[in-house]
């Protein structure tokens, strides 16, 4: 198949890219940035996904659309919440008008589990308003057009190549290599579900060549709190407990994430082959050897 990774010079994207052309797919990328060195697919388009005609340009041919590319995480979409809409509102909606009119006839959307935990609890950032929405036009673009589409709504994606992210792994890592500090936002009671990224990669690869349609949970089902990663990282990095420092809570931040990938295993067939202690020291590795720390935290 030929495969449009949008987002294919972010963190899953690189992942998801490699994934896919390991499998004998053809991948053609997209993203806003230079084409990423070791980029493993045969064709890259250095565009922005809300650019209507360099969309269809990039799509056409295509048999699928990963699209991954989004501004992500809480505190950006509360501080530039228009930045967040444009990218993932109607950037996924330029897509999905680009599969129609360029016959694509699947389009995957990296959704979030915040999508989830907003019905449950009814807390809503801006972020998780991006996504929703956008899960709310594949469904449109599904019933209307006929297009097949999937969300996945991934939980909290960590692994290699994420050293530049805020999520909760990368920043303690980051961190902690750095300054020997681990910051926790609030009492650190919340609970998360964490997947490694090839795990994530694989759920989307499975969908393309299923032609999967509808909403998928992609997660562990095992929830840790945040506390409890802190731990787990002070003690793989060799820091006191005086390491672990309290920071204020996030607004909109969920509180407890529980997540059942069970149907996505009876429909798909996926299931997380990395467990959360071998994809730390899988991740752990990889931010050794790039991040600027203390000769106290070799590599090796």
């Known amino acids: 198949m030929r495969i449009v990774v949008t987002g294919a010079a972010g963190f899953i994207g690189t992942t998801l890219t490699r994934i896919l052309a390991d499998a004998g797919h053809e991948v053609v990328g997209v ?175 499975q969908v393309m060549e299923q032609g999967a349609q509808g909403e998928f949970t992609v997660s562990t089902g095992v929830n840790t709190s945040v506390l409890e990663l802190a731990e787990i990282i002070r003690s793989r990095l060799g820091l006191g407990p005086d390491a672990i420092v309290h920071t204020a809570a996030v607004p909109g931040d969920t509180r407890d994430l529980h997540l059942d990938p069970a149907e996505t295993a009876r429909t798909l067939g996926w299931h997380p082959r990395v467990s959360l202690a071998q994809g730390l020291e899988i991740t752990l590795e990889w931010f050794r050897g790039r991040v600027a720390g203390s000769p106290r935290f070799p590599a090796g």
Request: glycine share 10%; hydrophobic share 40%.
């Open 31 to 205: 993203d806003l940035g230079e084409r990423p060195a070791g980029f493993a697919g045969t064709r890259y388009h250095r565009m922005d996904v809300t650019d209507e005609v360099a969309a269809r340009e990039a799509v056409r041919g295509a048999q699928g659309i990963c699209h991954l590319a989004a501004e992500s995480g809480i505190i950006p979409s509360i501080e530039e919440p228009l930045v967040t809409a444009r990218t993932n509102v109607m950037g996924t909606i330029t897509m999905l008008w680009a599969a129609w009119k360029e016959s694509v006839p699947s389009l995957a959307l990296a959704s979030s589990c915040a999508t989830q935990t907003h019905l449950r609890t009814g807390s809503l950032s801006p972020y998780a308003a991006s996504k929703q929405s956008g899960e709310t036009y594949l469904t449109a673009f599904r019933e209307t057009y006929g297009l097949k589409t999937a969300a996945l709504r991934l939980s909290n994606v960590y692994g290699p190549g994420s050293a530049h992210k805020s999520s909760a792994v990368a920043r303690m890592l980051r961190m902690g290599l750095e300054s020997g500090r681990l910051e926790v936002t609030g009492d650190g009671g919340q609970r998360r579900d964490f997947l490694f990224v090839e795990d994530a990669a694989h759920a989307f690869r």
